[in-house]
RNA sequence: GCCCGCGUGGUGGAAUGGUAGACACAGGAGACUUAAAAUCUCCAGGCGGAAACGCCGUGCCGGUUCGAGUCCGGCCGCGGGUACCA
C-alpha cells in the first residue's frame, strides 16, 4: 500500500484541473451563477497565514457551489497601488512599479501550490494601466454627473520632509522620518460627494440581511444621524464681519446648562482672531499639532483658550457664555463650533472643572436630588429624569427624548432656533500627493481653469522615470510629465499631480472582474450575468471605509451606466473572517542605529529558561502577544514552509479546523503537524477500503446511518461558515470509518463520502481518493451528496434529568413519549425520589427531546 | 476619547436559554517493536475522596429565569476601526 505524498498528489491534480479548464468562468445559460470573492490582496511581498485562511474559505464555498450544479467565478488580483511600494524604494533603492509586480510575481507563485479554484484568466493589479485607465473613465463619469467636486482641507505637513504625512506616519504628533513636530496645512483638494447619499446608504442597509450585524451596526453608526437643534449664538465683542455663531447641538433639552461655547482652532473665527493676537495663535499653533486624526484630538489632554469674547444666548439674551478656542472640537463635524454643558456631558465637566467654569444641572435622577460633582449625569435617553432647569415647568419628570422634542418645537415657534438632520459622514477626500497611484486625470489651464481630460487621451500613464531619493511627490518635480496640452483651449497646460486614494481602486475591482479586458470600465452583458457578488469574505478591519465607499461606487457607476440596477448594493452575503495573529517579538535589549524599535522574526527567536531570546545574539525578547500580523512588525508566518514540509490539503485543513471563521486565530506551529497525521490517516483508511472484499458486514447499517448524519452535519457547516465544525464532525467520521466493523462495500462508499465531503477543504487529497475508490470523473465535478432523512431518524433519545437545574442523571425515553409519561417516569428516578424524600415536587419542567427539570 | 467585537481546561476551541468542556493539540499510562519511528487502546477542568460521590467552575459584580457560557445592567482586560495603512 503506497503513502500518503502529498506532493505528489497535489501536482497531479492541479495538473488535471488545469486541463480540464474547470475553473474558468463562462456564461452559460443552463446552470444559476455565482459569483464568490475574497478581499483582494496588497502585494506586500510574501503571502502569509491570513492571506492562505482567508482564499481558503472562499475556496470552500467556490467548491461546494460548483459541486452544487453552480456556474461559479472566482477570481483574484491585486491591490497595487499604496504607500508601501513608495517607501520600499525610498529605504532600499529601486522603483515602486518594478517592486510590486515583483511582489505579485512573488504571490502568484506562492499561492498557486494552494490548489485554489481560482480563474487565473482574470487576473488584474490594479496598477496596470488598462485598470486605473479605466478608473480615470470612471471619475470623468462621476465629474461629469456633479459626484466630483474641490475643496480646501487639511492635511498633516512635514516642515522638515516638506511632504504631506499619512495619519500612520505621525508617531506622537512626530513625523516617522523626520521626528519634527507635525502641522497641519491647508490644500486644495478633490471630493466624492459620499454625504449626498448619507440617507440612501443608511436605509439601505436594511436591506442587507446576510451582512453581519455588528458591521451593519458600525456603518449606521459611523453614517451617523442625528436630529438636533441649530441656532446662531449672538457673538459680543467678535471681529468685525462676525455677528453671528452657528452651532448644532443633538442635545436640545439642555439649553439651559451650558456655561461655554468653544470653537475649532481651523475655525474661521479663530483664524480671524490669531490674525490679531499672539497668544491666540501660539494655542492655535499648538491645537494645530496633533495632526488630523480623529483618535489623536480625541485622546489629547483637552485644552482651551478663552478668547475674550462671549455668546448671547439665542432664548435669553441675558445669557452670557464664555467663548474659547479648544483642541477637541473638530472643525469637520457640524458647524465647528459646540456648546459645553458641563453636567451633562463628562468631556465639558472636565473643561468647566479645569478652566474654573459654573455647572448647571438641567435634570436629576428622579429618586435623588443631588448636584453633579465629578461625574456627569448622562442616563439614556429613554430614562425618565427630573428637569430643574430648561424651558419647560421645572420638575417635570419625562425622558431626555420627549424633553428633546418639546425644546426643539419650543425654539421653532419662538424662532430662536430649527430642527436639523444631521449626518456625521463627510464626503470622502481622494487626492493623494504622491507617485504610486492612480494619476487623477484632470489639467490646469491658466485660461480655462480646471478641465477634464479627453477620454481619448486615457490612460493618463505614470511616468517611469521618476526618483525617490528626496521626500515628496517625484510627479511635481518631474521635468516633463505635467506639460500637456488643454483639452479645452489647445493651449499648454498642466497636468494635476495627485493621485486618488487606494480606496478608489478597491472600490470597483469586483465589477471589472466580470469583465477584466473590457474596453469600457463594465461590460453591461457581463455585468448583468455575473453581479452581485454572491458571497463575499473579507478582514473586520474593512468593516466601514472599504465597503461604505464601494456602496457608493456602486450607485455612481449606476448612475453612469456601468453597472445594472440591481447592484446598487454589490454585495449580496458577507463573511467577516477573524485575523491571523502572532505574538510580537519586540528587542528587550537594544535599538537599531536610528533609535528605532527592532522586531524579530518568529523564525528568529527561541523559548528557553522561562524567556525568550533571540538565536544568533541570545538577546532577550519582550513578548507582545496576540496583535495583527503586520510587515512592520515582522509577526508573519511564511506559508511556504508548511506547505513544502506538508502539502497544501494540510495547511488548508489546518487553517480551517480549530478556530471558528469569524474569529482571530492566533497562529502556533504545532498544530500543523497534526493536521498532516490525520490526512495520512485518512488516507491509509480509504486505501485499506479500496483493498477489502466485496460483500456485507455486521456493521454496515450503522456505519451507513453515520454517514448520513456526516452528510448533514458537514453540509450545514459548509453552508453556515462553520468550517471548524464541519472539520470536527469529519473527525467524528472518520473515527467511526475506522473502528467500523463493516463489509467492504459499505466502507469504500462511506470512504467516498468522506472524501468528497472534505474535498472543498482538501481538494488533492480528495481527488486522490476518489480515483483509489474508482470514482467517476473528478470529484470536483461529482454532485454534493445528499443525505437520506431516512437514516437520521433516532427512536430515542436520553434525557437528563434536572433537580433544581442541577443534573442529576438521564432517562432514555423512546422519541415521542408523551410529556405526562416522561414526567412519570422521572418522578420515578432514583435520584428524585431521594431529593424529593416523599414531598411532592414544586414543579416539572418536560422539554421534549431536550431535559426534565424537577423544582423540589 | 468615541463606535464595534471578543473573554470557556495546560492550549485551539464545542454548546437553537436546556447534560459546560464535543473535536483536536500538548501531556500521562499501556499495547505492538530487539529498539526507535509510525500505528493502536485508555486517562485527563479544579478541589476533596480508595471509590461511589460531593463541592466549585465559562474575565469580575449584580439581575431576569424552573434553568444563564448564552439574555439584561455595571465594571475589568484584549482586539478592530477612528476618514491619508491596506
Redesign the pocket.
Known amino acids: 500500500m503506497s503513502r500518503y505524498e502529498a506532493s505528489q498528489i497535489e501536482a497531479k491534480w492541479q495538473e488535471a484541473w488545469e486541463a480540464a479548464s474547470i475553473f474558468e468562468a463562462k456564461r452559460t445559460a443552463d446552470k444559476p451563477k455565482y459569483y464568490v470573492l475574497e478581499m483582494f490582496p496588497?502585494p506586500s511581498g510574501k503571502l502569509h497565514m491570513g492571506h492562505v485562511r482567508n482564499y481558503t474559505m472562499g475556496d470552500v464555498i467556490a467548491r461546494y457551489k460548483l459541486s452544487t450544479g453552480h456556474n461559479v467565478l472566482h477570481p483574484m488580483g491585486f491591490?497595487a497601488f499604496?504607500?508601501?511600494a513608495e517607501n520600499a524604494a525610498m529605504a532600499i533603492g529601486g522603483h515602486p512599479k518594478e517592486w510590486t509586480y515583483n511582489n505579485i510575481d512573488t504571490m502568484v507563485e506562492q499561492m498557486k501550490p494552494l490548489g485554489l479554484s481560482l480563474d487565473w484568466s482574470r487576473m488584474f493589479a490594479t496598477c496596470d494601466p488598462e485598470y486605473y485607465g479605466q478608473q480615470q473613465s470612471l471619475f470623468l463619469d462621476f465629474l461629469e454627473k456633479g459626484l466630483v467636486y474641490r475643496k480646501n482641507a487639511v492635511?498633516?505637513w512635514d516642515p522638515v520632509d516638506m511632504t504631506?504625512l499619512?495619519?500612520?506616519q505621525v508617531e506622537n504628533g512626530r513625523g516617522w522620518r523626520s521626528g519634527a513636530l507635525v502641522e497641519r496645512r491647508e490644500l486644495t483638494?478633490w471630493f466624492f460627494k459620499i454625504s449626498d447619499y448619507s440617507e440612501e446608504l443608511l436605509s439601505a442597509l436594511d436591506n442587507l440581511e446576510n451582512w453581519p450585524a455588528?458591521v451593519r451596526?458600525?456603518q449606521e453608526?459611523w453614517i451617523g444621524k442625528s436630529t438636533g437643534l441649530a441656532f446662531d449664538f449672538t457673538l459680543k465683542g467678535a471681529p468685525e464681519g462676525f455677528d453671528k455663531l452657528p452651532i448644532y447641538t443633538t442635545r436640545a433639552d439642555t439649553m439651559m446648562g451650558p456655561t461655554f461655547s468653544a470653537i475649532a482652532a481651523d475655525h474661521p473665527l479663530a483664524k480671524a482672531l490669531e490674525a490679531q493676537n499672539p497668544e491666540i495663535a501660539a494655542f492655535c499653533t499648538e491645537a494645530r499639532k496633533l495632526g488630523?486624526?480623529?483618535?489623536a484630538m480625541?485622546?489629547a489632554e483637552k485644552l482651551g483658550f478663552d478668547t475674550g469674547i462671549t455668546v448671547l444666548h439665542p432664548a435669553d439674551p441675558t445669557i452670557e457664555l464664555p467663548l474659547f478656542i479648544a483642541n477637541f472640537v473638530l472643525m469637520d463635524?457640524g458647524t465647528g463650533a459646540v456648546i459645553g454643558c458641563p453636567a451633562h456631558d463628562q468631556?465639558d465637566l472636565d473643561f468647566a472643572r479645569k478652566y474654573d467654569l459654573p455647572v448647571i444641572d438641567v435634570f436629576k435622577p428622579l429618586d435623588s436630588d443631588e448636584s453633579v460633582q465629578d461625574v456627569a449625569f448622562v442616563p439614556a435617553k429613554t430614562e425618565k429624569v427630573r428637569y430643574v432647569h430648561w424651558h419647560g415647568e421645572a420638575g417635570t419628570e419625562i425622558t431626555c427624548k420627549e424633553a428633546m422634542a418639546r425644546t426643539l418645537a419650543t425654539y421653532e415657534k419662538n424662532g430662536w432656533g430649527t430642527a436639523q438632520t444631521q449626518y456625521?459622514?463627510?464626503d470622502?477626500?481622494l487626492?493623494?500627493?504622491r507617485y504610486w497611484g492612480c494619476p487623477i486625470p484632470v489639467v490646469h489651464c491658466d485660461n480655462c481653469g480646471v478641465v477634464p481630460e479627453k477620454k481619448e487621451n486615457l490612460p493618463i500613464q505614470l511616468p517611469d522615470d521618476v526618483s525617490f531619493d528626496k521626500p515628496g511627490n517625484p510627479l511635481d518635480r518631474h521635468p516633463t510629465w505635467r506639460d500637456c496640452i488643454c483639452p479645452n483651449c489647445g493651449k499648454p497646460a498642466k497636468r494635476e499631480t495627485d493621485t486618488m486614494?487606494?480606496f478608489v481602486d478597491s472600490s470597483w475591482y469586483f465589477a471589472r472582474f466580470t469583465a477584466p479586458h473590457s474596453e469600457t470600465p463594465t461590460d453591461m452583458a457581463e455585468a448583468e450575468y455575473w453581479m452581485n457578488v454572491d458571497q463575499y469574505i473579507g478582514g473586520?478591519?474593512?468593516a466601514?471605509?472599504h465597503l461604505l465607499y464601494s456602496r457608493f461606487f456602486a450607485r455612481a457607476m449606476q448612475i453612469c451606466g456601468h453597472l445594472p440596477e440591481k447592484s446598487i448594493e454589490p454585495f449580496d452575503a458577507l463573511f467577516t473572517q477573524g485575523?491571523v495573529t502572532h505574538a510580537i517579538y519586540e528587542n528587550a535589549e537594544r535599538k537599531d542605529e536610528n533609535g528605532r524599535t527592532i522586531y524579530h522574526y518568529p523564525s528568529e527567536v527561541e523559548e528557553r529558561d522561562g524567556g525568550t531570546f533571540v538565536k544568533k545574539t541570545g538577546e532577550e525578547i519582550k513578548v507582545i502577544p496576540?496583535?495583527?500580523m503586520s510587515k512592520s512588525k515582522n509577526n508573519v508566518v511564511d506559508p511556504l514552509a508548511i506547505i513544502s514540509a506538508y502539502g497544501a490539503d494540510t495547511a488548508r485543513w489546518f487553517v480551517l479546523?480549530?478556530?471558528?471563521p469569524e474569529?482571530?486565530?492566533?497562529w502556533?506551529a504545532?498544530?500543523a503537524?497534526?493536521a498532516h497525521?490525520h490526512l495520512?490517516?485518512v488516507y491509509r483508511i480509504a486505501s485499506e477500503a479500496a483493498a477489502m472484499d466485496t460483500g456485507a458486514g455486521k456493521d454496515d447499517e450503522t456505519l451507513l446511518r453515520e454517514m448520513h448524519k456526516a452528510i448533514r452535519d458537514v453540509t450545514l457547516g459548509v453552508e453556515s461558515f462553520?468550517f471548524?465544525?464541519s472539520i470536527?464532525k469529519l473527525?467524528?467520521f472518520t473515527?467511526v470509518l475506522?473502528?467500523s466493523k463493516a463489509g467492504g462495500d459499505a466502507k469504500r462508499q462511506a470512504a467516498k463520502v468522506l472524501a468528497q465531503l472534505m474535498s472543498p477543504m482538501t481538494p488533492h487529497l480528495s481527488e486522490a481518493i476518489w480515483d483509489m475508490l474508482g470514482g467517476e470523473g473528478l470529484i470536483a465535478n461529482a454532485p454534493w451528496p445528499v443525505a437520506d432523512e431516512a437514516m437520521l431518524v433516532e427512536d430515542t433519545v436520553?434525557l437528563?434529568i434536572?433537580i433544581?437545574?442541577k443534573?442529576?442523571g438521564?432517562l432514555e425515553v423512546s422519541k415521542d413519549l408523551e410529556k405526562s409519561e416522561v414526567e412519570k417516569l422521572a418522578l420515578a428516578h432514583e435520584a428524585v425520589l431521594k431529593a424529593l424524600d416523599g414531598g411532592a415536587p414544586k414543579?416539572i419542567?418536560v422539554?421534549p427531546g431536550?431535559?426534565v427539570?424537577v423544582?423540589v
Request: net charge positive; no cysteine; hydrophobic share 25%.
Open positions: 496588497y491591490d499604496g504607500m508601501p492635511v498633516n504631506v499619512a495619519n500612520e483638494q455588528k451596526l458600525m453608526n488630523t486624526s480623529e483618535e480625541e485622546k463635524y468631556r456625521r459622514l463627510r470622502w477626500g487626492s493623494r500627493q486614494d487606494t473586520i478591519e474593512h466601514i471605509l485575523m496576540s496583535a495583527k479546523s480549530d478556530s471558528p474569529r482571530d486565530v492566533e502556533t504545532s498544530g503537524e497534526a497525521k495520512s490517516r462553520g471548524n465544525a470536527a473527525y467524528g473515527n475506522a473502528k436520553t437528563p434536572q433544581n437545574g443534573r442529576r438521564e414543579k419542567i422539554v431536550r431535559i427539570n423544582v
